[in-house]
């Protein structure tokens, strides 16, 4: 195997299971004996070691500022039985905190990093899992971690992989990047999963990310604590996870709007699923500035808001814009709120932290001069941890004001 060695002092964040190896790290590469090339190639398995020689961990090779993200740390290789005994414990996690149950069988069952798996997501729909891999490594790998999944949680069926849009773009990669690896049940046109009891069309074919949003789960079932005789306002609802708690809630209208038609039609799909006779929620495709301009224009007013964008940054040199963003949404919204009406808005740009986000709404508030109260805190699930030497897999925030 392909050893890297590092520079002196270097191997300090890899001893606390911090899990890159930053190209700027690296004292000198020795290629294994029967190498090509002058140089490893991405997706390889390399050892690395300290500048004294000590063995520090085994981990996938990339092109890029991150050159190795470790899978097993203290080892010269992947040990026999690696990807079960991951998978295995990271399904264990999910079964130990009750998250795997029949009326919830939507869960992310790795979350990269916070798995110790670096590169790797997957999600479980009832008896799909889809797999999606952000690194060259784990796409090699695609194969020994279907089949370790499949082995390992008793519900799971099949495994769709789906890594078109996650994959290094400029990286060299062995097609196919989308399709299933794995088919042993057939009804995969018309899917349902179950969230909290909550029945979601999944289309992990066509739609963004795996499907779904799992991590807004806790979130939504907030909403749903809150949504009583309320008049409610679901900004980038996408497939209408936080509408349809709130409609349980006992809403007395849901507004669900997002700038994708498909969307919207997903939104209508599952309210009539959940709820048959409803004759309050409306689903409108429509640009989030544009609405709330609009709305604002005709005097339309909410009792709760949820404010749920992409990304606005999805890389460091994007933050200042972003945060402007952030202001700039959150000021339209905070406008809309009856006094004592609720907003509750969420960041899921990891460049962005909660302090950063927390001052992007603070000057929102104060650019419309209302009175807000901090409610609540918010962040990413259980089944997405955060390892604690790894504050980069922190993504997802949110804020819950009491708007007067
Ligand atoms: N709240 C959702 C997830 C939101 S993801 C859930 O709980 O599942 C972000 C959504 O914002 C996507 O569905 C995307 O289509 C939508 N979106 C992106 N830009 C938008 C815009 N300018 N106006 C309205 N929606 C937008």
């Known amino acids: 195997m392909t050893t890297i060695y590092l520079k002196p002092k270097k191997e300090e964040s890899l001893k606390r299971y911090h899990p890159w190896v930053f190209s700027g790290a690296i004292a000198r590469v020795v290629l294994d004996a029967k190498h090509e090339g002058d140089a490893p190639e991405e997706g390889e398995l390399v050892c690395v070691r300290s500048a004294a020689n000590e063995v520090l961990g085994v981990g996938h090779w990339q092109i890029g500022s991150i050159a190795v993200r470790i899978l097993a740390f203290g080892a010269e290789a992947l040990p026999n039985g690696f990807w079960k005994e991951r998978i295995q414990a990271a399904y264990q996690v999910r079964e130990a905190i009750g998250l ?18 670096p590169g790797l997501i997957v999600d479980v729909y009832a008896d799909t899992a889809v797999v999606q891999a952000h690194s060259v490594g784990m796409h090699e790998c695609r194969k020994e971690i279907a089949e370790a999944i499949v082995a390992v949680v008793p519900q799971v069926q099949n495994i769709y992989y789906k890594s078109d849009d996650t994959l290094p773009f400029k990286a060299e990669i062995s097609e196919p990047k989308v399709g299933y690896l794995i088919q042993n049940s057939k009804n995969c046109e018309e899917f349902w999963s ?3 009891g909550l029945a979601f069309r999944i289309d992990w074919l066509k739609g963004q990310k795996t499907g779904f949003f799992v991590d807004q789960r806790e979130n939504r079932a907030l909403v749903e604590r809150y949504a009583k005789d309320k008049d409610v306002l679901n900004m980038f609802c996408y497939t209408g996870g936080f509408s349809l708690y709130a409609l349980r809630g006992g809403a007395k209208r849901v507004d669900s709007v ?49 404010l749920d964008p992409p990304a606005f940054a999805k890389h460091r040199d994007a933050v200042k814009n972003a945060l402007r963003g952030y ?78």
Request: with cysteine.
């Open 194 to 196: 179950t969230e909290n």
């Open 100 to 117: 795997i149950r029949p009326e919830n069988d939507t869960y992310r069952l790795v979350h990269g990093e916070g798995d110790w798996l």
């Open 258 to 306: 997002d700038v994708s038609q498909k969307a919207i039609d997903l939104v209508n799909i599952n309210v009539a699923k959940n709820f048959p006779v409803a004759t309050n929620h409306t689903a409108v495709a429509a640009d989030a500035f544009e609405y709330l301009s609009k709305q604002k224009a005709e005097g339309k007013t909410y009792d709760l808001i949820i």
């Open 327 to 404: 202001q700039r949404i959150n000021a339209k919204a905070i406008e809309m709120i009856r006094k004592g009406g609720i907003l509750f808005t969420f960041s899921c740009s990891q460049a962005v932290d909660k302090e950063a986000f927390r001052l992007a709404v603070f000057s929102a508030a104060a650019q419309v001069g209302r009175k807000v109260r901090i409610l609540h805190q918010l962040h990413q699930p259980q089944d997405h941890p955060i390892n604690i030497y790894h504050p980069e897999g922190e993504y997802l925030k949110g804020l819950v004001l009491y708007i007067e």
